[in-house]
T-cell receptor
Framework: AQSVTQPDIHITVSEGASLELRCNYS??????LFWYVQSPGQGLQLLLK??????LVQGIKGFEAEFKRSQSSFNLRKPSVHWSDAAEYFC???????????FGKGTSLLVTP | ETGVTQTPRHLVMGMTNKKSLKCEQH?????MYWYKQSAKKPLELMFV???????ENNSVPSRFSPECPNSSHLFLHLHTLQPEDSALYLC????????????????FGAGTRLSVL
């Protein structure tokens, strides 16, 4: 069965600084990977997804993620963080033709002035 | 506006009450899901419906009873809940359950914050 680990529970970055959120997955075949963001009091919004092809995927709000099979990782990056990026970020993995997603526990991002 | 609307946004209920959570999707999707989000735990998939037919029930206690009268509406009926059931309940929808991966992408509502006293 597939699983997801987000090693960082909390991350604090200064506004304008770069950001990298880590995600490691466990799955025997090619996974399907997602990053979602949850702002306070809101549901989950899809930031980006990886199904196949180019390992660097672009998402909304200036985010990108890179799939590295050798490291079983799908880290989320943003070159310059804005205060509005403060939120909870979830990595999720799907497999095969199924619909079930396994979510990580999330990383809470705090942005300081 | 995400296309998936959940009501109410907040709910406080006693352990002997009966209440219902409602989810409506305006995306023309055929599949709908209920998730439970508890603090510091991964999202837990509770129920999945495809074309109004339940396709998954992840060992959820019977005090949670889902209903899907049509592909646009999903309910979660609650009765005799326990304090540990307090959580954020999220509804999601996807175009389909099978087929191309793009059809499986899930879109979430804002959730109902449930507190059981």
């Amino acid at each position: 069965a597939q699983s997801v680990t987000q090693p960082d529970i909390h991350i604090t970055v200064s506004e304008g600084a770069s950001l990298e959120l880590r995600c490691n997955y466990s799955y025997g075949a090619t996974p399907y990977l997602f990053w979602y963001v949850q702002s306070p009091g809101q549901g989950l919004q899809l930031l980006l997804k990886y199904f196949s092809g180019d390992t660097l995927v672009q998402g909304i709000k200036g985010f990108e993620a890179e799939f590295k099979r050798s490291q079983s990782s799908f880290n989320l990056r943003k070159p310059s963080v804005h205060w509005s990026d403060a939120a909870e970020y979830f990595c999720a993995v799907g497999a095969g033709s199924g619909y079930a997603l396994n979510f990580g526990k999330g990383t809470s991002l705090l942005v300081t002035p | 506006e995400t296309g998936v609307t959940q009501t109410p946004r907040h709910l406080v209920m006693g352990m002997t009450n009966k209440k219902s959570l409602k989810c409506e999707q305006h995306l023309g999707h055929n599949a709908m899901y209920w998730y439970k989000q508890s603090a510091k735990k991964p999202l837990e998939l509770m129920f999945v419906y495809s074309l109004e037919e339940r396709v998954e029930n992840n060992s959820v206690p019977s005090r949670f009873s889902p209903e899907c009268p049509n592909s646009s509406h999903l309910f979660l009926h609650l009765h005799t809940l326990q304090p540990e059931d307090s959580a954020l309940y999220l509804c999601a929808s996807s175009q389909d359950l099978r087929g191309t991966l793009a059809k499986n992408i899930q879109y979430f509502g804002a959730g109902t914050r449930l507190s059981v006293l």
